[in-house]
Structure formats: structure tokens, C-alpha cells
């Protein structure tokens, strides 16, 4: 796929490393790592072993050491934080395995929340919360507060805020580790369908279950890339392997 379509996420010899002299941990050792557009992708290895570091790299939460990192063919690894915030809001959505919704707010205004910030009106963002969460299949459940919703209902509801602002890149950390095998399913048949649509997909993820209904699975292990291009049939083999 990265020989047709445009790279969206390229990592150059990127390092990152924590603490100093006696006490320094390099999370990430020479990384060279490169996303097309369009792909759906998966990110894994042992506890420790850098996947972590270099998700919060590509999120833009966290700048390497040294090396480059080019989203959307940006070099952001030195971008100012103000800047960093901005391209953030522009090109990424992120999923995580805690929902982070607010309580006292409804499904459909927590999807309008992050719009606030963007300057849109309200009739607009109210639309646009509205299509995003048809598209998780919570159109009847828009009204309710997190409280009243399933585990999986809330992870919809993550989605829907995660997508309402049209990002390039979605970003999942464990969006399944909080949920039971059935609902996982049903939430991993909408990242399948949100890839279809176009938007390119990184997850995070310890379970080969999951990893293998992506498209390409990234190993790492010591702050490396072991494994740049599995696909779904390796990921049993190399995951009992470590």
C-alpha cells in the first residue's frame, strides 16, 4: 500500500529517552517507521517495549529526542506546543481505553464539545455531532447521559467525538482492553468500517484478537521495531514467540 498512496505517518530515526545518566530509560532506540494514507494498522509487543512512546509521538502528545517525525509530510518533531496543539485538533482523533466522557453532559453533547473550540456555530456542530454518532449506530441513544449507556455504547460515543472533527489519522490506545469479547467485536466492525470510508487507522492493542482484523501489524520490542509489515495470519507466532 505505501508504494501507491501517500504516506501520512513517516518516523526517521526517531529516540526517546527519559532521566538522565544512571537513571536513563531509552523507550525508543532508532525508529524508522512509515503509515500510507488509508491504511489500518496495529501496533504491538511485550509491556515496555516502546509502543506506547512512539503512539504519544505520532498523537503529537510527546516530541522525540532526537530523529523526525513527519505528519501529513510536517515535520512536527520541533514544532512549538501552541502549533502542536493546533495540528492536533486538525488531523487527529484519539480513542482510549477509559471513555473520558463527561457525566453531566448527553452523548450528543459530548460529541459537540470538542467543536467548541473550532469557532463553529452551534447549529453546525450539532449536525455534525448528529452524523457522527449515526455513524456508531447511536442515533436513538443520543439524549442519554454516559450512566445510561453500555460500556460499548460509551466507546461508541468515544468514536463519534473522536471522528465528529473529520481527522486524517484516527488514534486508538486499547480501545477494546475495558470491554467484553462481543462488544469488542461490534466495536471493532465500526474502526473496519470508519478504514472503508477512507480515514486511516492506528491502534494500540495486547490482543491478537483484535490486532488481527487489521491490515498490518507493527511489532515492537526494546524500544524498536521488530517487525514492520506482519499480517494477520503472522501475529499468533510471533506473539507466542514475544
Not at 132 to 141: F, I
Request: net charge negative.
Amino acid at each position: 500500500m505505501e508504494d501507491t498512496q501517500q504516506i501520512i505517518i513517516r518516523l526517521e530515526d526517531v529516540n526517546k529517552t527519559y532521566g538522565i545518566a544512571d537513571t536513563l530509560v531509552k523507550a525508543l532506540d532508532g525508529v524508522n517507521l512509515t503509515i500510507a494514507e488509508g491504511e489500518y494498522c496495529s501496533i504491538m509487543g511485550p509491556s515496555g517495549s516502546g509502543k506506547s512512546s512512539a503512539m504519544n509521538i505520532i498523537g503529537c502528545l510527546d516530541q522525540p529526542t532526537s530523529g523526525h517525525y513527519y505528519l501529513d509530510k510536517l515535520d512536527v518533531s520541533t514544532v512549538p506546543d501552541a502549533e502542536l496543539a493546533k495540528i492536533r485538533n486538525r488531523k487527529l482523533g484519539f480513542i482510549f481505553q477509559q471513555f473520558h466522557l463527561l457525566p453531566q453532559l448527553t452523548a450528543l453533547d459530548n460529541v459537540m464539545l470538542p467543536m467548541i473550540y473550532g469557532g463553529l456555530a452551534q447549529s453546525e456542530r450539532k449536525e455534525r455531532a448528529v452524523v457522527a454518532l449515526q455513524k456508531v449506530g447511536l442515533s436513538n441513544r443520543m439524549a442519554n447521559r454516559p450512566n445510561q449507556l453500555s460500556g460499548g455504547q460509551q466507546q461508541r460515543v468515544a468514536i463519534a467525538r473522536a471522528i465528529v472533527g473529520e481527522p486524517r489519522v484516527l488514534l486508538a490506545d486499547e480501545p477494546t482492553g475495558a470491554l467484553d469479547s462481543r462488544t469488542t467485536q461490534e466495536v471493532m466492525d465500526i474502526f473496519t468500517q470508519l478504514n472503508e470510508s477512507g480515514i486511516t487507522i492506528v491502534m494500540v492493542t495486547h490482543e491478537p484478537d483484535v490486532a488481527k482484523q487489521t491490515r498490518r501489524i507493527v511489532w515492537f520490542r526494546d524500544g524498536q521495531v521488530i517487525h514492520s509489515h506482519l499480517t494477520p495470519s503472522d501475529i499468533y507466532r510471533v506473539a507466542m514467540a514475544g
